[in-house]
């Protein structure tokens, strides 16, 4: 049998200000929320946490290793030796748009270990 909301909100009524408290921080842990952020962002907040399922990797810096993050961009993105460079020296710049979080982390690891700075966005 489904309890509805008229129920638990008459439930919540009879609770007292300790007992709802208590309410509120098992909510919070159990559903890894915060009460208060969700009260002061409002509906918003509540559409943008939605799991993102896309993601970007940005090349912030090349780093020390400039012709080993060169190689890697190369081989990432198939762009020409001077495309690659020309994106290498302008940093920061996307690598990789709306790629799976599996895909992001092996970018983003492939271009840390050749020397670079790279962040997912």
């Given at each position: 049998?489904?309890?509805?909301?008229?129920?638990?909100?008459?439930?919540?009524?009879?609770?007292?200000?300790?007992?709802?408290?208590?309410?509120?921080?098992?909510?919070?842990?159990?559903?890894?929320?915060?009460?208060a952020a969700v009260a002061v962002a409002g509906p918003a907040a509540?559409?943008?946490?939605?799991?993102?399922?896309?993601?970007?990797?940005?090349?912030?810096?090349?780093?020390?290793?400039?012709?080993?993050?060169?190689?890697?961009?190369?081989?990432?993105?198939?762009?020409?030796?001077?495309?690659?460079?020309?994106?290498?020296?302008?940093?920061?710049?996307?690598?990789?748009?709306a790629v799976s979080k599996a895909e992001a982390d092996d970018v983003?690891?492939?271009?840390?270990?050749?020397?670079?700075?790279?962040?997912?966005?």
């Amino acid at each position: 049998m489904a309890i509805t909301k008229e129920e638990i909100l008459d439930a919540v009524a009879g609770l007292t200000v300790m007992e709802l408290n208590d309410l509120v921080k098992a909510f919070e842990e159990k559903f890894g929320v915060s009460a208060a952020a969700v009260a002061v962002a409002g509906p918003a907040a509540a559409a943008a946490v939605e799991e993102k399922t896309e993601f970007d990797v940005v090349l912030t810096a090349a780093g020390d290793q400039k012709v080993n993050v060169i190689k890697v961009v190369r081989a990432l993105t198939g762009l020409g030796l001077k495309e690659a460079k020309d994106m290498v020296d302008g940093a920061p710049k996307t690598v990789k748009e709306a790629v799976s979080k599996a895909e992001a982390d092996d970018v983003l690891k492939q271009l840390t270990d050749a020397g670079a700075k790279a962040e997912i966005k």
